[in-house]
Structure formats: C-alpha cells, structure tokens
C-alpha cells in the first residue's frame, strides 16, 4: 500500500512522541526515515519506528548531549545515550561548521546507538558544498576474514562529494550481508547465500537460525577485512568499546572538508559533474544496462516519491504502527478521506 | 638472488642518480624501493627503478616542488612534474606538521606522477601516532562497473593507525588487477582470471594482449567501484584531469589526524593493539590458518629482512640494473667479495 509522505513523517514523528522524544528529536528521526522510504530502502523507513520504539521504551530518550571537547578543527561529542539519528545529524553538522571555518572538521560522537543510513548525513554536508568521511562501527556479529567469533559490526562507510550535478554519495557496509537481512531470511524462511555466514562452530551455513547463532562473514576478502577494520578503529577512536557487545556503544567518526582550500568550489563540482556524465555516457558491457554513479538512484526515487506525493509502506507495518499508536485503522482511514 | 640492503640501496640511488636526480631525491626513492623489497613485494623494488629511469630519460627530474596555498589546516603543493616518490613524502609530511600543530591536516599534490606503496607513506604518519589516510588515482585503465571504457586508474587507498603493536595498515587498489600484473602475464603468456579485464571491443578476455588493448574492470561490484569513484574524486579534488589520459597528471591526497584530540593518545594505541590482539587470538575457521591483520605481515617480512641483511632480486632485473650502470656484473661481484 501507500501513503502520503506527510502522514508517514507524521506516523514517524508520533511514535517517537510516544517514546518520550522531544519534538525537535522525532522530527529528526521522522525525517530520516522517510527518506530512506522515499529513496526506496523501505526497511530503513517506519518499521525501523517499531524496533527503535522497542529499545527506547528500555532506554528512555536519553540526553543530554554534552560537547566534551572542542576546538578548531576537532570535537568530541557525548551523546548520552541518545539515539544516533539525532546525535549523528549533530555530529555531522558540527563537522560541517567546523570545515566551514577552518577547512575541516573532525568529530567523534560516543556514547549513542542505531544511526540509520549513513548516505543520509554525508549527503547534507556535499549539498552545502563540503567533502564528507563518515563511518561507525555496531554491534559485534561479524568474523574477521578467515575466521569465526563476532569481533566486528557491520560497519559501513559513507563518502560524499559535491558536484555541479546531484552529489556523488557512496554508502556501504562491510559485511557479506547484514543482520537484518539474517532475521528475513529467517522469519520468511528463506535460505541465505553462500559465503554469508558460519554457524557457532565456524561451519559454513545457509540456515539463518544457525547464522544468527553464528557469525557473519565479512564481504571482499582481505580489502573488505581491511575496510571492516578502518571502520571499527575510527568507531574506538570515537569512544566505543574495542568489541561493541551491546546497542549503546556504538562510535561515530565524522569528516568534512572544504574544496575551496584547493580549488575554485564551483570548478571543483563542475569536474565532479564531468566525471559523472563520462561514466553515465560511456559504452556499457555489449547487452548491458546503462551504467549509473552511486547516489544516482536514490536520487531519482527520491524524485519520483517527491513527484507522487507517496511512499509504500507494508500493510502489516502499516497496521502494527496504528496499533503501537493505539489508532484504529478504520477510524484513520476514515480520517483521511 | 640476494643482495644485501646496502647494495640495494646503493644501486637504487646510482640509477636514480644517473638519472639526474639530486642526491637527496635518489635517496627518497631508493629507500622506498629497498623498503618494498623488505616487505615481500619485489615488482615494486628495484626492478621499479628501471622503469622509473626510463620515465626520468623524457620528463627529466622535474621541480620545483612548491606550496601553491597553505594555511593552518590545509596545504596545496604543485610537484613541478616531480616523481611520485618524492612528492608524496613531501605531501605526507606536511600533512602529519598540519595534524601536530592543528589536530588535522589535509594535503594534495598535483602535477606530479607515480608514487609506489601508498602503505610506505600512511604508515610513517601512524608511526608518529598519528591516523593517516591517503589516496590517489592513476592513468585511466579501467572500467567503471558495467562499462567497457577506460575512465578510471587502479586507484589505491591506503589507512593507516598508530598501536601499542605494529600499526595497522590497510592498503589496496580498487581494480580486479593491476597494469604491471597484466603486463607480466603477457610476459610469461600466462592467462588473465575471469572478472579482470575486456577486450577492445567490451567483451570479457583472458588474453593479456587483448586486455592491454582493452580495459581492466573494477574489483568488488558496486562497493569497489564506489571507492574506484572515491579515489578519482579526491585526485581531481588534488588538481588531476578529470580523466587522467598521461603520466603526469596525477593527484595525490593525503590526511593526517592526530587522535591524541579525541582521547589519550596512549590508550587510543592501547585499544588499537586490543583489537588486533583480539582479531589474531580468535578461532579461525575449522581447518584455517591463524588470523592476520593488515599491515603484520609486511612487518614480518621486513624484520625478516633486517635480521638476515638482504634482500631477494631477480638475476635479470639485477643484471639490467648492472647494465644500466654502465656497469661489469663480475667487477662488482668481485669488489663486494
């Protein structure tokens, strides 16, 4: 089914009420999620509401969140337990001030969980003309490469650029596949793929309830092992745990810098754009599809959901929303007509 | 063969020398190739110096190096069409006086041309205890994903971050091979992997000829070609072509950050050496070799090295360098006896 954008941010924005968030923090966990809705990650959209609702009715809301440390170029942020789609939006747009006046900016945000897409804060800092780094490591369920005990997170990275044409924003995670993915598999019993995980025993398995016994493998051998490791070190330095056994302890690194220190800004997205439109108008593999720079598509979902005035959203997630708001679902309908 | 270090040294910086190369340039590239030979990684070592030679024949030795812009946080060097080598210590170290005195540091260098291991250059930031990262992108001989053009270079990345241990270093190309690898097979008429490379025309070969006439294609799917697209964005932010069609259009980046700004700096090194501790005392998959993590075996190697006093060298590439001297292999055989 679909809805309206606004009644999804809406939903979004209630449920966290609900969880005892501030008004100022469910707008901003409200929008993240519908963007990820809009640019087609619908399970990074409201049912992602739910889990958060779960956690927060154990955690409270957290708060405050305090600047431990701070000088030109550098900040250490500590969230107090907040959740990190609103301490991540803080720590990028302080890295973004601090690029702003001094070139670049480097901020460590601990002592928070659960961010969301990465893409979503490296993005606003290449929409306001600045380079961005950003990585976080989670909760421990992935081996190292060649091996079987949960040491590191999922751990994805994020870089964004500006350019003359929409910015070029890559966004990935360095595990074979993610935990979320596991719990589908397992929950609509469907088996995973080769090479993703290891059953407690360290032999390889395809069921998903071994998997999550387990541990996730980790994606591209020694170069994505070495990714894994670049993520879960920034994520120390930021101030989580070697090993991050348990949601709270996440560490978020942040970077921005600003063009201009080395050429003309409005040059340097003119060459980024250039670079997109060689890659976008080069020859595809004979029988192949065009090709696409990453951010690309997200972008022309985004559109696309902007352009309907609509997200889709499961009817179940739909439903059990309605049902954690304690609404009716008749009477919401009947509200919207 | 074996050649003592010394030796290797001294011929690294004779053929540098002869090249025209001042004294104190011909030792910045002799050490890095001596060094590359400690580690295990001979293509990169002297045999390196006999190409570099016949570069330096047509550019000369370039310079002179300067400081286009500087300020507290950032710093813009034109290389003069200086080698690689030399401008990429240069870059590194006003990166890591950049992070000392600021906590940051951001450097590019451009018109300049081939550097060697991006790892050499990271690893000496993290040996002064700072976090370091360091990117470039090379002479257009890849595809992006899906396509059959060549837009890209191999375009390495390297990190690297201080430890109580050996510190962590993570240093790989984003292309499924490398131009030197392609070259060899062709060499020795060895056959390409699957997934390397295209033919002229696009469609998928294993005959290195065809490959060299062709394109090498992206390694890691849409993750590799985001960090392929990453690379090429910070080389044009450091002032390369936007498609870098000729040796001598480089552009190299380089980031220092200094971790003592987020924690102690000792406990910062003390968690780092955890981690890897963790990571290598953990089980490996049932039947697997014990777990490494990056930047250990290099260190082995070169301690190997240093214990035993030489280095190994293909007889050809040793006589070829010999040669290029102007040089009697039995006569120096003779004065080294």
Redesign the interface.
Known sequence: MDISIDEARQLGIDVMAKCGLPADHARIVADHLVEAMMVGRAFAGLPRALALAETLKKKGPGGPITTV?E????A?IDGGDTNGYVTSLIGMDKAIALAKA?????V?VRNTWYSGRLAYYVERAARQDL?AFHTVNTTARV???????R?FGTNPLA?A?PSEREP?V???GTSATTWGEVLLRKHTGTPLEEGWA?DE???PTLDAASALAGAILP??E??????M??A??FG????SK??VDDVGDFGFFF?A???G???DVAE?KR??G??AG??TG?????G??P????GQGSHAKREAARARGTVPIDEAVYHNILAELGRDSQDTRAGQT
């Not at 000088?71 to 550098?74: E, G």
């Not at 001094?102 to 480097?106: A, E, K, R």
């Not at 090709?291 to 990453?294: A, D, K, M």
């Open positions: 440390r000088d030109a170029t550098t250490l001094s070139g670049v900016g480097v460590a380079i081996a190292p490469l060649g091996g079987i005990d040491i870089f650029f070029v890559v966004d990935f290891v025993a360290g032999a994606w591209g020694h170069r994505g092992f070495g990714l490791l670049v879960q070190i120390i330095l930021s101030g070697v090993v970077l810098i600003d063009p220190r080395f050429m340097f060459r980024v250039d670079l060689t890659v080069s020859r595809p593999a004979p192949g599809a090709i696409r720079v990453p």
